[in-house]
């Protein structure tokens, strides 16, 4: 069974950045799509950005326009999300998920399929 695993969460002030990454245990992008989203205490999970494997559309959260960005790395079956700027609203679990959505399922929890296990970015001075 494929999984994805994130790492690069942790504790950081207001304005400071990481970078996580979500990493596949096979070849399995594709013509897929790798999806970032995240879940507050007592709240949905919640879309924060895409990406398309093959042709690089991206998609993000009106949340996070302008301060993350996702990027790939084909080689090593690897999807970054970029986060700068953060806010303690950003608070919360990160999890990458991998599916083939449609346009209009591609900032929607139906369109991924397969899903990791989560990481930990709390923002906080």
């Known amino acids: 069974q494929v999984q994805l695993v994130e790492s690069g969460g942790g504790l950081v002030q207001p304005g400071a950045s990481l970078r996580l990454s979500c990493t596949a245990s096979e070849i399995i992008f594709g013509t897929g799509a790798v999806g970032w989203f995240r879940q507050a205490p007592g709240t949905e999970r919640e879309f924060v950005a895409a990406?398309?494997?093959?042709?690089?559309?991206?998609y993000y959260a009106d949340s996070v326009k302008g301060r993350f960005s996702i990027s790939r790395d084909t080689a090593a079956s690897t999807v970054y999300l970029q986060m700068n700027n953060l806010k303690p609203e950003d608070t919360a679990v990160y999890y990458c998920?991998?599916?083939?959505?449609?346009?209009?399922?591609?900032?929607?929890?139906?369109?991924?399929?397969?899903w990791g296990q989560g990481t930990q970015v709390t923002v906080a001075s």
């Open positions: 998920a991998f599916g083939r959505p449609i346009l209009s399922t591609i900032a929607t929890k139906r369109g991924y399929t397969t």
């Open positions: 990406r398309r494997w093959s042709g690089g559309n991206t």
